[in-house]
């Protein structure tokens, strides 16, 4: 490589001038620091006269050399090595790109991973610009759209979440200190995601040039149904595991099957309870995985039942707001019995409030076990599921929910499992794990 020439300007340059040369030379100057260091550090590779192929053990003489440029994040690299090709078993391996691991393709690792990083947060078209205008590096938002799938390829719920022994640090720092083990809170809901159907793919030839065209197809809210367990530290939520995806009840289900067999949740060592509405089938996977968890239900959900049955009752009108104010303090302390006896006693004004007063009732006794409200803040437990809505905002929204956006299912997510990854601090892990495969492949 050629050391970069630059001029000053003329006289006294400023602080910003010199900033400013130094900043659009920069691949340019940590590229040649990083190719000296290669220079200097495997001079013999570069030198090699021979070597026995890895297949037959044949001795091959060195050929070449043979020129190469890889981008990495301090800057492209030019390699000067000989190579090794075996005609019987049609290989010409050379040696210095394995020890120096390198890897196929221009880009290396540390670059997909900066763009896998910032196309997590932001849309492709600006990760594309930011990573241009802030690393030195061009990475076109095709390629961006290319390498996040890479990175998220069969990701399950057990490579995204931490190690059990992480798990239990955060689980031991929470702890410290405390005379009751901490609780572990489980959130489970469903989200929408922009959807775009599985028919509006395949551009056929000849219809680009008509792509002003309105779209044929539909979009679609999907559901993405996710969980999160996460510690309370009294006002501070500790985050542990989120697992996001479009799928149904039965995936959710088996998604958190393979967790606890996994030895993720250190059941012994905290007190896990579960917030969630009314979904039966939530409170059946809850039932079956985790039997022992205190179960809560979500004590916002009531509150809407109570202020619909107040309204069709009482329209608005002071004394509906007395009516539920008085009936949520009730709630609050934990004395559901009166709270369903004075839902039974009250004479429904109009058919409306008929309805809304037994679908109240129903809805309350039928998770009677779920609202003790008052042991629950005793015990230092949620009464809401607040924890469970922020993560649907910073896991699902925050990247999904742009204007003009429609995601295909697969790539929704494959969105979602890195950003469960990078919010679970599990980001490096899911990168590393993936280069192994590609080197091992
Ligand atoms: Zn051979």
Known sequence: MSWPCFALPEGAPTLGQVSEIIWALRQQLTGGVAETIVHQ??????????????????????????????????????????YFYCRRCRAGPSPLDEVLGVQAGRRQPDVQQAAVDLATEI????????CGRLSGITVSSERMHAFTPQGAEGLRVVEVAPSREEIERRVGQVAAGRFRRPVLVLGIDGAYVPSRPESARGRRPGQA?????????????????????SLLDGERI?????????????????????????????????????VCDGA??????VQA??????????????????????????????????????TLTRLYMGTMGPVLGGLRRMQPTSEEARKAIDN????????????????????????????????????????????????YEENS?????????????????????????????
């Open 123 to 130: 849309p492709y078209e600006t990760a594309s610009m930011l």
């Open 360 to 407: 109240c009732w129903i809805y309350l006794n039928g998770h009677r076990g779920r609202t003790d409200y008052g042991t629950f803040r005793r015990g230092g437990y949620p009464l809401g599921s607040g924890g469970m809505e922020s993560a649907h905002k910073f896991i699902c929204h925050v990247r999904l929910k742009r204007s003009g956006a429609w995601w």
């Open 238 to 274: 500790v985050h542990v595991l989120s697992w996001h995806q479009g799928q149904n009840e039965q995936e959710l289900g088996e998604a958190l099957q393979q967790g606890k067999d996994a030895g993720l949740i250190p059941e012994d060592a905290v007190r896990l309870c579960v």
């Open 413 to 441: 997510n494959q969105m979602l499992a890195l950003r469960c990854a990078k919010y679970t601090g599990t980001f490096d892990q899911v990168f590393t794990r993936y280069q192994h495969q590609k080197a091992n492949s």
């Open 280 to 285: 039966e089938w939530i409170w059946n996977h």
């Open 289 to 326: 995985l985790f039997p022992h968890a205190c179960q809560v239900l979500d004590y916002y959900h009531c509150s809407e039942y109570l202020h619909k049955v107040a309204k069709a009752q009482y329209g608005q009108t002071v004394q509906a707001l007395e009516w539920v104010e008085a």
């Open 209 to 229: 040039r008509h792509r002003a065209r309105r779209a044929r197809w539909r979009h679609e809210w999907r559901e993405a149904k996710g969980f999160r367990f």
């Open 41 to 82: 550090t495997h001079q013999e590779e570069q030198r090699r006269q021979q070597r026995p192929c890895p297949t037959c053990a044949r001795l091959l003489p060195a050929r070449g050399p043979v020129h190469r440029c890889v981008e990495t994040m301090g800057g492209a690299v030019e390699l000067q090595r000989p």
